[in-house]
């Protein structure tokens, strides 16, 4: 027996591949009149590609850091994370205690202003997932459609040792465990190890600009020659001493330890501070911080370094 096969064809409206770009009211002028007139949970349409955007701006950064990540000069120290979800289990009091360490100054919190090393009274902290570097300002409960919003320094805070929620009674309703959201959070994933210091026989440490920096110095010694500038440059980030990385900087600001030059930003480390004035103009590998000089040993003949003899011994300070 011979069956025979209808096919209806239904109005439809093809979008290409730019629709992930589409903002949700673009979406509807593509979807149709029914979409728009008929259909009545069209807020379901909406938070969907309002979704889909926030992923294909996650992918897109995620796609430039992978590329990041075999060029030394543009390499990721962490990675970000435009909203990154946080589960806040149980309470822990090891964390609540690394937040009671506070360099001075009175601090705004949401129970009110204290001074010291005090935590407030009522806050809770919680252990993370991830060693959060640096999170973004704000943290939402909902990302397309806020509920609340809790201001980083004044409702919580984030240390490399979790989180820190100073008024818990704003998690209310939240489910159990309570899940926020961080914006432009920087997470060490082991970049700088994993690409960089494993292959260079560096120890493993955790992500930070210093253990990048020393990387970075390591490479350099093995694969450029030796020079004056190269040690200098190299003792200088073994101290953690800024450096300028360019010829012929001009110091333009100088604001506490932050020194600001016309190609770059450097923040001292060292008791002594900026070791600079506004208006001096530095070679590369000039020390920023006060408290470090460098000089070569040229007295002695077998020395690499042998200029005349004018020049200062061979100390390190």
């Given at each position: ?82 909203w ?22 009175d ?55 979790g ?7 704003r998690?209310?309703g ?118 470090v ?25």
């Open positions: 027996m011979w069956w025979r096969t209808c096919k209806m064809d239904y109005p439809a409206t093809t979008i290409d591949i730019e629709a992930a770009q589409l903002t949700d009211e673009e979406l509807f002028l593509w979807l149709g009149t029914f979409w728009t007139s008929v259909f009545s949970d069209t807020d379901t349409i909406r938070s969907i590609q309002a979704g889909r955007a926030f992923l294909t701006a996650q992918l897109r950064l995620d796609t430039a850091e992978a590329a990041s990540l075999l060029s030394i000069p543009d390499f990721p120290v962490y990675h970000r994370e435009r990154l979800p946080v589960q806040l289990d149980t309470p822990s009091p090891e964390v609540l205690a690394s937040f009671s360490v506070r360099t001075g100054g601090v705004w919190a949401g129970s009110g202003l204290f001074s010291g090393s005090v935590t407030p009274a009522g806050a809770e902290a919680y252990r993370l997932d991830y060693r959060i570097d640096s999170p973004g300002y704000f943290a939402v409960d909902n990302v397309y459609k806020p509920g609340f919003i809790l201001v980083r320094g004044i409702d919580f805070d984030v240390n490399q040792e989180l820190l929620v100073y008024d818990p009674s998690l209310e939240l489910g159990d465990p309570a899940q926020l959201w961080l914006s432009d959070a920087l997470i060490d994933r082991g970049y700088v190890y994993d690409f960089l210091g494993y292959i260079l026989g560096v120890d493993k440490r955790p992500s930070t600009p210093y253990y990048f920096d020393l990387c970075k110095m390591v490479h350099g010694q093995q694969t450029r020659a030796v020079s004056r500038g190269a040690l200098t440059g190299a003792v200088m980030t073994i101290l953690d001493v800024p450096y300028t990385k360019h010829d012929h900087e001009r110091v333009v600001s100088v604001d506490g330890d932050v020194v600001v030059t016309d190609q770059e930003v450097y923040r001292t480390t060292g008791p002594g501070g900026p070791a600079v004035s506004v208006g001096d103009e530095l070679d590369k590998y000039t020390p920023v911080g006060a408290g000089e460098v000089h070569f040993d040229i007295g002695k003949p077998e020395s690499p370094f042998q200029r005349t003899a004018t020049e200062p011994s061979g100390l390190l300070h």
